[in-house]
């Protein structure tokens, strides 16, 4: 069977102030990330149905705290707690916040090229 590890992801990206360390696996992307900032993706999601991601994920806070909006609710996960969230979420991550997560390959990708065109476009100057 595959197993990775913080020290083990093959993959290691630095977005600022965000460190995503992972690996994929049978068409799921295993992700240990760490946050030294407040993050939020509201800017990047708008580009996507109803400016929420569409992936789910599921995964298990091992620092901090997050907290994901949906249209009708807000949910917050703290240090040990485990989670699933469906589609349709806008998340919220405190600094010093570390994330063991768990989503389908295919559709974070979706989310991702979503992110790093908002990105390209910020960096550009663009709207």
Request: aromatic share 12%.
């Amino acid at each position: 069977m595959p197993k990775v590890s913080k020290e083990t992801a093959s993959r290691v990206e630095e977005y600022g102030p965000v460190v995503d360390r992972r690996e994929e696996m049978d068409g799921y992307t295993v992700e240990f990330v760490s946050f030294g900032a407040d993050a939020d993706l509201d800017g990047p999601l708008q580009s996507l149905p109803g400016g929420a991601c569409r992936c789910p994920h599921w995964g298990y806070v091992l620092a901090g705290r997050t907290r994901f909006a949906f249209a009708d609710h807000e949910e917050t996960y703290e240090t040990g707690d485990a989670f699933y969230v469906p589609p349709g979420h806008r998340p919220y991550v405190d600094a010093g916040t570390e994330l063991l997560q768990f989503s389908p390959t295919e559709q974070l990708a979706e989310t991702e090229r979503a992110v790093a065109e908002w990105m390209r476009r910020q960096q550009e100057g663009a709207p």
